[in-house]
């Protein structure tokens, strides 16, 4: 999906324009995938542009950055003013925001100590990530011939850049293979998550997700529907699910921030429900998107206003001073 471009990117303490956010070809993340980054949105409300979640959002991008030994140079408040000002000096409303931290270019080799951590948060406006149509018709899906990575190789739990080289290979996969998603497998058999979002079921009229050692991130829209189904009375639950029980299902639906909440028309070739969007997804849909827009008054929390705000231009982001910033980490 074609990134549409904005004025800004924030890099290491500074705004600079979209196509000088350069990094050198010999950081080290782009030869050991060492970076671990979130996906958000923001969508517009008659109140103004809003950031979803964005403080768990944060919360689990220091959590990945912990895993993998990054001591980032910058607090989640900071970041998390950077993301606002960041709608805010490129005039957005529905968009996507993308925080990455990464080793930068200092030394070669395994061994990743010695590289600078370097932050950067980019936002630009993003449509629907599996077409125009996916969030009415549905989407065909495949099992994948790959599956997830074993527990104790790479932290499923961690966002990391190196995690989606496997959601790469499935989706590639599926690409070709006339399919729009995949789906992957546990070491076990067992169903984990698609290329980068997670999976529900409805069976027997009970909304069911693999539990996270399942080798699955623990989505944050996952989080939002869990919540929203208890409070629609679906009766939920967590369970470990052997791959036919796909082909049971009533109804199936991809969760993320990048799918939104998606259903699944076929599996395998195997029409799900009435081959579309079903009456559960279709609630949860509603529900999610009266959540994200403002209009349920219960979960305003889970919404961080972007308020109007002077273009910073090249100035220090909100609560970062420049001259607190290294020299090698200036943009």
Not at 69 to 78: G, H, I, L
Not at 237 to 251: K, V
Request: glycine share 8%.
């Amino acid at each position: 999906m074609a990134i549409a471009k904005t004025e800004t990117i924030w890099m290491n303490g500074r705004m600079v324009a979209w196509d000088d956010a350069r990094v050198h070809i010999m950081t080290h993340a782009m030869h050991y995938a060492s970076a671990v980054f979130e996906g958000i949105r923001a969508y517009d409300s008659e109140a103004g542009p809003a950031v979803f979640r964005l403080d768990e959002h944060l919360e689990r991008l220091m959590f990945s950055a912990r895993v993998y030994r990054m001591e980032v140079p910058f607090t989640p408040k900071q970041l998390h003013d950077v993301c606002v000002e960041l709608v805010n000096v490129n005039r957005l409303g529905d968009c996507y925001v993308r925080p990455l931290i990464y080793r930068g270019y200092e030394n070669i080799g395994v061994n990743p100590f010695g590289n600078p951590i370097e932050v950067a948060i980019a936002a630009y406006p993003w449509g629907q990530y599996l077409g125009p149509d996916a969030l009415s018709k549905g989407v065909a899906v495949k099992i994948s011939s790959w599956q997830r990575m074993a527990p104790n190789t790479l932290p499923a739990m961690a966002k990391s850049s190196a995690n989606y080289m496997n959601s790469q290979l499935s989706k590639m996969e599926a690409i070709v293979d006339g399919y729009a998603e995949a789906i992957s497998l546990d070491t076990s058999g067992y169903v984990s998550e698609g290329s980068g979002q997670n999976v529900f079921a409805v069976i027997k009229g009970e909304v069911l997700t693999p539990p996270v050692h399942n080798s699955l991130l623990a989505g944050i829209t996952r989080s939002t529907i869990l919540t929203l189904a208890r409070e629609l009375g679906y009766p939920v639950r967590e369970a470990t699910l052997p791959r036919e029980m796909l082909y049971a299902a009533e109804e199936l639906f991809f969760t993320g921030t990048a799918v939104e909440v998606s259903p699944i028309g076929s599996i395998d070739r195997i029409t799900v429900g009435n081959g579309g969007r079903g009456p559960v997804t279709k609630a949860l849909q509603d529900a999610f998107f009266a959540a994200v827009r403002g209009q349920n008054p219960k979960h305003r929390d889970w919404l961080t206003p972007c308020r109007a705000a002077a273009p910073a231009g090249n100035a220090a982001a909100p609560g970062v001073s420049a001259a607190a910033v290294p020299a090698a980490r200036r943009a």
